[in-house]
T-cell receptor, first 115, second 112 residues
Framework: GAGVSQTPSNKVTEKGKYVELRCDPISGHTALYWYRQSLGQGPEFLIYFQGTGAADDSGLPNDRFFAVRPEGSVSTLKIQRTERGDSAVYLC?????????????FGAGSRLTVL | GDSVTQMEGPVTLSEEAFLTINCTYTATGYPSLFWYVQYPGEGLQLLLKATKADDKGSNKGFEATYRKETTSFHLEKGSVQVSDSAVYFCALLYNQGGKLIFGQGTELSVKP
């Protein structure tokens, strides 16, 4: 597609529930990134994929968070047993490669609210 | 660890005023540096970048120079417009990896 598409744009859930957030990157972009942005803060790195594999998952806060990209295109961020502290905007970005010369294009984000 | 520090906002300016948003970084190597902008209700967009020391990035009248000696990448614009009202994020990225490290953001509000 023309840009990075994220669904849903808004998700409200209850504490303890399971949530999936989807990212559809720009066609042909091999690198895909997930970030989390809390209110009034800059985006915080979670994980990045090069192709199908997670090249760096050092930003995932704990084992309740997991992300997959089975065919090297669409990615799903999965959050188990959600907590109120998980409330944030989850941003996805993609780029042609993973070097510093490649610009990241961000999606509009998925706003997660955990009640 | 590596980090980016930006001047705190909000910054409020009148139209046509001069803008500076300070950004300094801490890094062990030689990262690329970026400014991203987030307009109200929109996603993050790349504003400009610089990939090595003394490079100047520029776009839409905004400029920033990569200063290795002061580890800074301050954003400047000579004459701001109301349409520049947004949140601005400074970020660094290592060439070998894909992890962008962002500052906390600086909100700019330009009044007519």
């Amino acid at each position: 597609g023309a840009g990075v598409s994220q669904t849903p744009s808004n998700k409200v859930t209850e504490k303890g529930k399971y949530v999936e957030l989807r990212c559809d990157p720009i066609s042909g972009h091999t690198a895909l990134y997930w970030y989390r942005q809390s209110l009034g803060q800059g985006p915080e790195f979670l994980i990045y994929f090069q192709g199908t594999g997670a090249a760096d998952d050092s930003g995932l806060p704990n084992d309740r968070f997991f992300a997959v990209r089975p065919e090297g295109s669409v990615s799903t961020l999965k959050i188990q047993r959600t907590e109120r502290g998980d409330s944030a905007v989850y941003l996805c970005a993609s780029s042609l490669g993973h070097s510093g010369a490649n610009v990241l294009t961000f999606g509009a984000g998925s706003r997660l609210t955990v009640l | 660890g590596d980090s980016v520090t930006q001047m705190e906002g909000p910054v409020t300016l009148s139209e046509e005023a001069f803008l500076t948003i300070n950004c300094t970084y801490t890094a062990t190597g030689y990262p690329s540096l970026f400014w991203y902008v987030q307009y109200p209700g929109e996603g993050l967009q790349l504003l400009l970048k610089a990939t090595k020391a003394d490079d100047k990035g520029s776009n839409k009248g905004f400029e920033a120079t990569y200063r290795k000696e002061t580890t800074s990448f301050h954003l400047e614009k000579g004459s701001v417009q109301v349409s520049d009202s947004a949140v601005y994020f400074c970020a660094l990225l290592y060439n070998q990896g894909g992890k962008l490290i962002f500052g906390q953001g600086t909100e700019l509000s330009v009044k007519p």
